[in-house]
Each structure stands twice: as structure tokens, then as C-alpha cells.
């Protein structure tokens, strides 16, 4: 058992209890609320032994994405980590931790260049890799159907459930209708759930996983 | 039965030494040299995955998954290929998904056993979204025999009953298997079976409930589903058939080629007649088990 909680992420600063290896989170709420932060937030916290990082920036340029993961304290090395962007303007980046793909349409290149990151990380000895997708309604935006877009998800989650990795994987309620939004959330472990209340305040709310707090809460 | 795959690969040496690895492993392996051989694998056998080389001598791998994606669609794909992921253009086929694993990856052979395993055993690329309980699921399904002639006509009473009391174009009960979509007692049209990934069953029986869709083409789900407009099908209600441990087998659904809502009362009787017809398929099951001195619960 204590090996166990050991191997739990754990989420510094955000009221969400630790989850178990292997966890798929589906994370949902307009961006005002900073809802991306969390997500990002929750991949940035914990220990980083041993553990890498990728993420998927169909939202946002390369080059923005890990500065907004260094802004919330995301400390991963950069040998350990990854971002795949979307259809940059400028072309390649020059970074090499940042490989482009033609366009948030092309499933196809993303889960190519998702792969073969991932098993690059494993190749070279990380464990456990975490991983970040934003946005899902980027990708539904783009994408001619939707069958391609579940074929992707379960892409992600399964690498995440044989490799005991963590995922945080975006979506906008306010792009979305909540019909689409739980046939998506099907393929995850769990659901986060973030706004913002008329007052400024911040509040998330975890559905889904065992052990957490109920209702929504502040942070 | 063993894992079937179709392996890729004009490079015979390397084809070899890789079918030889995971035949050893246990894997049944079909070998094809060019894409038309892989081509005509796929049409001639049922293998659970596909593996191949980036470049063929007569095309590309992607060319291959586009046929796989059209044949089988629920067929996991992996590239494994020395290609590195910059060589390889997806332009023209960008909503295939595929794994990809670089050939010269240390222990590549290990990795693509254990590949091969994760996506067949955890169903990884299939187009839409799979009850929590898929393998019970399906192993609860395999107990029934809904051909069998005297439920053949318990249904279609069912089913003529649901006809005349709601005006829509098609009733029918639809069994969801592995890959594809049954529809076993059908009024209004007879309907062959449907990839899984393009009926709204699939989507029906994760709902607790039923399932109402009053517009197609408002739904994210299904505005792009080209199979739904062939079938002309643009507004449905439909409700699980669960079985005795919960497991849903399939629905009891109502189609109609116009845009409509459906009232309380309509939604109602569409769940009472789900209830029915999983009810009915389960006494038989019973019965048939009892007959035959096999497990009845």
C-alpha cells in the first residue's frame, strides 16, 4: 500500500487528492477561468524522478505552451519533455523539444509525432510520462468527423493506461454541448471540472475518481 | 485463438526476421511483400492488427491503413518503419491514426509484441466510445442467440408495435457486437450491418436510459456521419437493452428521415419496449440453457 501512495501523482496547491497511476483526466471549463493553467498545474506538481513530459499544443504555439508551463511552475527537464504545436506560422522552431505538425486536421501526423516522442522517453529510461492535450475542442473544431478524434483519445489514454503515465486533456464547455462533452468524457478515468464565479473566485470540482473531495472547491 | 497480424515489409530479410519473432511469440503472422499483397490480405482474412513498413515497393503504409481504416475500421494500425516521423507525409490521410515505432528502436521486436498485445487487448483505435464493461459486455452477448426463429418473431411483434403507435420511418432492435451493428427485427426498411463506429447504438448503450437525438446534422456526435444519411437517418430515440448484471446488449430504436422531437410519452413506451425485448432475449437464453444443461444465470 505505501508503495502505492508513493507512485500516486499528487497535486500540490490544487484541492484534488492524489490519483493513481495510469489516471486519464478529462479537464472542462471555459478559458476565464484558467482552466488550462490547471491542467498544465496538475502535470507541473509531484515528484519529477524519472518521469517525462509531452504535450500537445494544437491551441498555441510550441514556444508559448512551455513558457505557460514554466509560468505555473513546471520544472521538467528539458531533455524529458516535449511539445508537439499544430501549424506554426513561422515553421519548424528551431527548439529541439518542439516538433511541428501541419495542422490541428492531421491526427494522423499528431499521434505519429505522439508516439514516437513517447517511445523515445521510454527508450532512453523514463518510467512514467505525463501528458497534456489542449485542446480537445481544438481538435473537434478541425476535424472533418468525429471518429478520428475518439481513435486519437483512445490513442492517448491507452499509452497512459499501460505505462502508468497521467493525462490532463482540455475541453471547452462553451465550445462544446454537454452531450459531446460526456461521449468524449467516456474514454477518461475522470473529469475535472473549473470555473470561475461571478465574484473572481476560482473553484474545480472532481467527478469520477474515488477519494476526492465533493462539490466544487476554491483554490 | 491466437492474435492475428498482417505484417508489411518489402524488405525481405528484415520481413522475415520480424514475422519469425512474433510468430515465435505466439502471433499468427501473414506476410505480404507489397501493398497490393497486404491489399488483398485484407480483403481475403479477418486480422486484428495491421503492421507495416513506412515505404513499400508499390506504395506506403498509410495507403494500406486507408484501406484498413474503409475495410475494418476498428483495426488497430502501427508503422513500424526506419522513416523517421519528418519523412512521412500524412497530408492526404489525416484522420487515420496510427501508432508508429521506429524499427531501430533496441529491442524493437519486444516493443512491437507488446504493442500489438496493448491494442488489441485494450481495443486502442477504435472511432468512438466504449462502455466501462466492454468485456463483459461482450462475453454476455455471446449467451444469446437472437436468430433463433421463434424470438426472430417475439421481436418483430415488438417491433410492429412500436411502428404503429409512433409515426417514424424505421423501428428496429439492434444487437451491438465487437465491431459491428445487427439489426435483427427491423420495420421499415431491412438494414445490413453497420461498423460500429457509424450507428448511434453505439452511442445508446452508454446511456443509463435512452438515447434522443432530434436532429442529426445539430449533433456533434453524427453531423459528419455520412452512413446516417444514407440510411436516411436523421432523428432517432433509442434505449438499451440491458441484460440481468446490466451489461447492454444492444437497443430498441426508432428512426425517421425528418428532423423531430419525440414527446414524454413516446420516449416512455420506446423504454418499456427496450425492457420487453431484453427481457424476452433473456427468458429464451434461460430456456435455451436449461434445455441444453448449460449455465442459466
Redesign the interface.
Known sequence: MSQDAQRRYQFEGLPIEPVRPGTNLLVAGPPFAGTKAVALRMLAAGGLTEEGLVLVAADDTGTATLEAYAGVGGTFDRARMAVIECGSPGGDSDDGNIRTVRSPSDLTGIGIEFSSLYEGLYTEGVERVRIGLFSISTLLMYAEEFQPVYRFLHTITGRVRSADGLATCLIDPSAQDEQTISSVEQTFDGRVDVRRTDDGDYRLRVRGLPDQPDGWQEF | MPVTVLYADGDESGRTATAKRLSSAGLDVHEAATLDAATETIGTTAVDCVVTAYKLPDGTG?ELFSTVREAA?DTPCI?FTDAA?SE?D??A??????????SE??NAHE?LRELVD??VT???????????DEDARLAALEKYDVDDLATQETLDRLTKLASHFIDVDKVFVGVVGEHEERFVSCQGADLDPLER??TMCT?AI?EPDVLVVEDAHE????K??DALDRLDIRSYVGAPLHGPDGAALGSFCLTDAEPRAFTDEEIHFVRLLADETAEQLDLRRQLQAARTGGDDR
Open positions: 498509410l475500421p508503422l516521423t512521412i500524412t497530408a490521410f489525416e484522420g487515420l491514426v496510427a501508432e508508429y515505432l521506429p528502436t533496441p516493443r496493448e491494442l485494450r481495443r486502442t483505435q477504435v472511432g468512438y466510445p466504449l462502455p466501462d463506429e457509424n452511442h452508454l449533433d456533434d456526435r453524427f459528419h456521419n
